[in-house]
T-cell receptor
């Protein structure tokens, strides 16, 4: 069964510093991976997706993620954090134990805190 | 650009009552997904529909049912509500052949 694990329920960085949010996947087939962001009391916004094309995926708001099969990872990065990046970030895989074939299975989320 | 619309945005019900949540997908999207997000939890997939037929099923309780109509909007019907059903319910839509799901703002259901 496919699943994702997010390392670190809370990550704190200074404004202007590098953002690194970790996600590892488990899958017996090439996975379809996604990163979503959720602001308080709002829906989930798609940041980027990996669907077996380029391994380095660029998303919105300056975020990008690199698919590394050897490390079964899909970490999210942003070179310079902005105060508006403070939010909850979810890594997700299509299918998986909770998602059937098409539904998304999410990680537990990482709360990103930006220090001024 | 048009987004996924969900109504109502907030709903308060008592135990054992029923609730109906509505979802209007992005125009020309033919697939709808329902998710439940408990307080401080990650979203859990409930059920999905493609072209008005159930296409996939996740952890949806037997007390819940859903359908997709000819105009592609979807409704999630919840009966015999329990306190534990209090959560954010998200609808997402996608277009067949594309993998990304676009989420609505959610309906916050509170069961008292």
């Amino acid at each position: 069964a496919q699943s994702v694990t997010q390392l670190g329920s809370h990550v704190s960085v200074s404004e202007g510093a590098l953002v690194l949010l970790r996600c590892n996947y488990s899958s017996s087939v090439p996975p379809y991976l996604f990163w979503y962001v959720q602001y308080p009391n709002q829906g989930l916004q798609l940041l980027l997706k990996y669907t077996s094309a380029a391994t380095l995926v660029k998303g919105i708001n300056g975020f990008e993620a690199e698919f590394k099969k050897s490390e079964t990872s899909f970490h999210l990065t942003k070179p310079s954090a902005h105060m508006s990046d403070a939010a909850e970030y979810f890594c997700a895989v299509r299918g998986g134990s909770g998602g059937g074939a098409d539904g998304l299975t999410f990680g537990k989320g990482t709360h990103l805190i930006i220090q001024p | 650009a048009a987004g996924v619309i969900q109504s109502p945005r907030h709903l308060i019900k008592e135990k054992r009552e029923t609730a109906t949540l509505k979802c209007y997908p992005i125009p020309r999207h033919d697939t709808v997904y329902w998710y439940q997000q408990g307080p401080g939890q990650d979203p859990q997939f409930l059920i999905s529909f493609y072209e008005k037929m159930q296409s996939d099923k996740g952890s949806i309780p037997d007390r819940f049912s859903a359908q997709q109509f000819s105009d592609y909007h979807s409704e999630l019907n919840m009966s015999s509500l329990e306190l534990g059903d209090s959560a954010l319910y998200f609808c997402a839509s996608s277009s067949s052949g594309f993998d990304e799901q676009y989420f609505g703002p959610g309906t916050r259901l509170t069961v008292t």
